[in-house]
């Protein structure tokens, strides 16, 4: 369909600055959901707000795609923020999630990956559903509605700060806190699709990925919290949302470690 349609409404708000990192003005934050659940039907050219399910449906199908090319995490982490950010300033059209969701790939593939995807192999995922045109067209709208502020802190550079920190004090020998951080990616990219995660700070959702891989390796120093600077009551609030979502979605995360990590780790956590 024409994207004049799909993008016909825009709210004349500009995004806050916070808007990069985390939803202003959501719903509290609800239970973690199984990867790939709540799967809605599809009503085309019907303009909706987006959905927790919609929007979980999307990422599902989407963080797969980038492990298909071979991206960086990093690249996923800003495809998801920009994703989250237009949808903040902009509907869309249920039947235009897909076409949003690989062009904020593409835009975040162009920062961070030295050979990003090409627009034909994004359009060949979407089996023929949008024209070459139609994603340039929104990768303009994107960009025009982001005013070009494309930077953000991810989820994937505090994994790597935390773990840096963690050696350099001490705290952890090298090879233990690598492996800490291979698991809390796998978490952390559990968490990229469920809705109930968007309130947390990226530094916030890195530590406690972190501490909750800890747990899982029975690391036998594990992860100093205080680390980061958070809240108490805000970094426990974040473990207990993450060990469910680990347990609701176990299998899935075996799936994305290598055979050495998921030998060691165990997927019921102690809450120690």
């Not at 359009?123 to 990768?139: D, H, I, K, V, Y």
């Not at 205080?226 to 979502?245: F, I, N, V």
Request: aromatic share 6%; charged share 15%; hydrophobic share 40%.
């Amino acid at each position: 369909m024409p994207l004049g349609k799909s993008f016909s409404r825009a709210h004349s708000r500009a995004p806050q600055l916070d808007s990069a990192f985390t939803w202003p003005n959501r719903r509290p934050a609800s239970t973690p959901t199984q990867r790939g659940a709540g799967k809605s039907r599809r009503q085309p050219g019907a303009v909706a707000q987006v959905t927790a399910e919609s929007r979980c449906k999307l990422l599902s199908w989407l963080i797969p795609v980038h492990r298909q090319f071979g991206l960086s995490f990093e690249s996923l982490c800003l495809a998801v923020n920009t994703l989250d950010r237009f949808l903040i300033t902009t509907p869309v059209a249920a039947d235009c999630f897909q076409l949003l969701g690989v062009t904020s790939l593409l835009i975040a593939c162009k920062q961070v990956e030295v050979h990003p995807p090409r627009v034909k192999q994004l359009l060949s995922l979407c089996c023929g559903a949008f024209s070459r045109q139609q994603l340039c067209n929104l990768e303009c709208i994107v960009l025009h509605k982001l005013h070009f502020s494309l930077g953000a802190p991810t989820i994937s550079f505090f994994l790597e700060h935390f773990t840096h920190a963690r050696v350099e004090a001490g705290q952890a020998e090298v090879s233990e806190a690598l492996e800490a951080q291979a698991l809390a990616r796998g978490v952390a990219e559990l968490s990229l699709a469920d809705y109930a995660f968007t309130s947390y700070t990226p530094s916030l959702l890195a530590i406690c990925c972190l501490a909750l891989a800890d747990r899982m390796l029975q690391l036998p120093r594990p992860m100093d919290l205080r680390l980061g600077g958070h809240p108490e009551a805000a970094l426990q609030d974040c473990l207990g949302k993450l060990q469910l979502l680990v347990a609701i979605n176990g299998t899935s995360l075996t799936h994305m470690l290598p055979l050495q990590i998921r030998e060691k780790c165990s997927l019921s956590p102690s809450s120690k």
